[in-house]
């Protein structure tokens, strides 16, 4: 069992920056893929940003240039530095971890944009 618990959410001005944190309470050891997601009021879920085991990426079409993912496997930890950040960003943000055939979720964090 793994725990997730995201951090770095809160209120930031259209145009401004934030830093979303995922910390693991496990090592990252074994792990397929570490994403983030997102969910507006009355949308799906989407997948935002994930980085695999081979170190590939993965951005949505919206966050391409803006979002950007890293790990740092000394610290169990997966960031999303999110810049030039838009009202349309605004959501709960959630940490997902693929490892060893499970899939792991976080609480989720809020992003809200005022503009």
């Known amino acids: 069992q793994v725990q997730l618990v995201e951090s770095g959410g809160g209120l930031v001005q259209a145009g401004g920056s934030l830093r979303l944190s995922c910390a693991a309470s496990?090592?990252?050891?074994?792990?397929?893929?570490m994403g983030w997601y997102r969910q507006a009021p009355g949308k799906q879920r989407e997948l935002v940003a994930a980085?695999?085991?081979?170190?590939?990426?993965y951005y949505a079409d919206s966050v391409k240039g803006r979002f950007t993912i890293s790990r740092d496997n000394a610290k169990n930890t997966v960031y999303l530095q999110m810049n030039s950040v838009q009202p349309e960003d605004a959501a709960v943000y959630y940490c997902?971890?693929?490892?060893?055939?499970?899939?792991?979720w976080g609480q989720g964090t809020q992003v809200t944009v005022s503009s």
């Open positions: 997902n971890l693929d490892r060893l055939g499970a899939s792991y």
């Open positions: 496990r090592s990252f050891f074994g792990f397929n893929r």
């Open positions: 980085t695999t085991s081979v170190n590939s990426t």
